[in-house]
């Protein structure tokens, strides 16, 4: 909530000219970034950049990883050159758990394997409050509302990430999904499980696509992209069950075609480009709060702004 | 309690008087104080007030003689990872661990599919002479699961080869396995099956679960274990040859075994020390030092394996001893290797998690980590009740030794899931074939 209602107040400094503060200066944040990621690489480096922080980004790629040093010891080498936070995005799950345990800086997940995306499921829930829950939406939660998150949970982060904390923040979540890509223990979540997409629209608020590997097809989780998108994408048709209000979010990137149509990707309902400027904002207030401080003063915005 | 100490005047090397031990199951009374003398690589006499001048002494009040545990499953890594283990360093902390003879299992580089890599783990182990090194043959050749390994051939040869197995493999292929348990009949042999499908584990990480599901971690579901069990306890009956289940994990494998065994069939099994204690909660933390193959399961599972193994469906306690160099533990989950190292602490453990909980006494325990194991893995000269004329092979254990944390030990590599835990009792002695291996909780 707390993040939420900073990045509330970080988002008025996007509408106006110049959008940088000087919280960060001096600190220095790198990103470590062991999957291709151009989107949330770039967010988080214009989140940091934003606060003036210096900006360090390492790719696997071409790095002393391709020739095979170990996650531990490519983080105390960031470490001892004086980083102060590390975000990292990894293709093993507990990644980031594992590096925390190494370095003593801030370490913040951007996407661990097949566990977590915690920045998207913040900047997602921030895009539903400002979207459903208008007037003033500082300290409100998503009480009553209703979210329907669609696809490939089981090698999903985002949906692990969403699931925890829209159910925190009092939404009732729905999976809709084939089995296969469920998680054979989803009944421990704290969420609802469906497999018939079509009965879940009528009484969604929110509907969040996921985006589907059309590889996941060969491991036979599903039997073609054609049976999947007849039976889980949202096109136009599906999109006119939904109640009037409704939004349509995706994580990105999306498969057009696939998991949600192109009308209804560039629909009014959808919050998709919004979403990315939602996660600089919020990705901004995770950096604030670990690195800047405690909770944003609302006066410091227009006392700070050149 | 105390090492040996040398009689005045003398003493014989080849004598050693046992002063005042608890023998579990000796005249039939589940703790007989007693002295034993071990004379000339045997146990000569077991009685009271016993004495013997020119016999070093070892007043062991408070301990328990057990038979010289044997263990039906250990990685000592030699030949090729002798950066993990060597024979010598395997060896050692068996002994300190109480046992007396090892099973060496085949996944080593070279792999034990040959006569000559069998015969050299064979010699390594007696020239380390810290226990017995019997080494297990591969069923394939190079454990790729294609074509026999010359499973005869090793049978033949000095090392005198009985369980064969691909640990760390599945032998999947239903054909071959059949095969190959029809194969080893011609000279008492037995399959050892590391059972999980491979289908179904590809790029398994946990056990399929809850925490699989939070963590996002691939899941090692039960049911690839238990498939493959099913399917060999099938083969087996329909062969009538010996199957031996490797590190049973899970309460269906147990359900799965007790059923074959109620029908006659020739199917022995062993659990882990590691699986009768802990489960996959631990890997919350994504330490990879409780990562292992088969996974940790669930509590359900555990209480199930203890139940098992005290009613005798699971044979016998193995080790799955699997020692890893530091790298290859401290890195990301998905990246760490399978494994734990567990022959300092397998007794210790089995206290725990038998003994003082009531599921077993003393003399089961004697029965399920030292004659059953001998038993299954044919070894003559082990495993044998302590009684008078048998091989001088036994562990002087204290089980009321104040618990106390889990330390580094002699095997050379630190994967222990124990670390830092409090585990009770303590093996105080080893004795192979009469000489000390261990004394004082040292190596001797």
Redesign the interface.
Known sequence: MLILDTAEELASLADRPIKKLPTLRGRTVVNLFYEDSTRTRISFEAAAKRLSADVINFSAKGSSVAKGESLKDTALTLEAMGADAVVIRHGASGAAHRLAGWVQGSVLNAGDGTHEHPTQALLDAFTIRRRLKRGSTRGAGLDGLRVTIVGDVLHSRVARSNVLLLSILGAEVTLAAPPTLLPLAVGSWPCAVSYDLDSELPKSDVVMMLRVQQERMTDAYFPSVREYSRRYGLDVARMARLPEHAIVMHPGPMNRGVEIAAEVADSVRSTIVEQVANGVTTRMAVLYLLLGGTEFPATQIPAVAP | MTGGRPATGGADQARWLIRGVTVPGHGDRERAVADILLRDGSVAVIGTGLSDAGARVLDAGGLIALPGLVDLHTHLREPGREDAETVETGTAAAALGGYTAVHAMANTDPVADTAGVVEQVWRLGRAAGHCDVQPVGAVTVGLAGARLAELGTMADSAARVRVFSDDGRCVADPLLMRRALEYVKAFDGVIAQHAQDPRLTEHA?LN???M????????W?AVAEEAIIARDCLLAAHVGSALHICHVSTAGSAEIIRWAKSKGWPVTAEVTPHHLLLTDELAA??DPVFKVNPPLRTEADVAELRRALADGTIDCVATDHAPHPV?AK??????AAFGMTGLETALRVVQLAMVDTGLLDWPGVADRMSVRPARIGRLTGHGAPLAAGVPANLTLYDPAAPAEAVRPGASKSRNTPFAGMELPGRVVATFLRGTPTVLDGKLA
């Not at chain 2, 699989?212 to 899941?219: E, I």
């Not at chain 2, 401290?330 to 990246?335: A, G, I, N, V």
């Open positions: 990480q399929e679960g809850e699989s599901a939070r963590l996002g971690l691939a899941g579901p933390g994504y790298e401290e890195t990301e989950w998905s990246e």
